[in-house]
């Protein structure tokens, strides 16, 4: 396979599994979404930092995701 190939397949799977997380954290958006303004009904504080640190979330949670990729084993950590 050649490289420039290789990148595209790499860049496509990331991508994907960030996609994922954020399908992943749309629930949970919603949910907090709808707690802070039908209930609380105050706008959000530091709407800047909440971004950022959506964005993290994200990054973290499409890192978590690819590294569970199933029939992948862990190193052997037993001592012989």
């Given amino acids: 396979m050649n490289r420039p190939n290789l990148i595209h397949n790499h860049a496509s799977y990331a991508l994907k599994k960030i996609r994922s997380a954020c399908v ?3 629930p949970i958006v919603a949910v907090v979404a709808f707690v802070q303004f039908v209930i609380i009904r105050k706008p959000l504080p530091n709407l800047n930092e909440i971004l950022l640190g959506a964005v993290l979330v ?3 949670l499409g890192l978590g ?3 569970m990729v199933p029939g992948r084993t862990r190193p052997s950590t037993a001592s012989a």
């Fill in 24 to 26: 992943d954290l749309v």
């Fill in 65 to 67: 995701l690819s590294a």
């Fill in 58 to 60: 994200v990054i973290a």
